[in-house]
């Protein structure tokens, strides 16, 4: 007789949302590394550089929800604000991001011009 034994990260959570600004973006799911990796996914660009949580570009604001870290962190941090590049949500999170809009989203001059007549 064979014993079937299945482990995988507590079924019953739910994955929490991400949003930005209070736009929800994301539910993040253990498919990505990490809350970097998540939001590149969807287009949303923030500025990293070491992806270790070693030089603090990639700092975002939180304005609600919190984080747990997956590498502990070198750079000091206030209580409101994260590392993407080493960290996932904890709770359903809203980021403080200013967010680009992708280019197929921006306005042409001509249909400018044309809102404009
Ligand atoms: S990219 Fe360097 S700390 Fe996140």
Known sequence: MSLLILTCNNP???APIVSINGQPVLLYTDNEANLLE???LKQIEVF???RNGFCGSCKTKINQGSVKYINDPIVELEANECLPCCCIPDSNLDLDLTVKK???LQMSKS?????VD
């Open 12 to 14: 019953f959570k739910k």
């Open 38 to 40: 998540a939001l590149e």
């Open 48 to 50: 990293s550089e070491c």
């Open 102 to 104: 992708p280019a197929n």
């Open 111 to 115: 249909t400018l011009e044309t809102c």
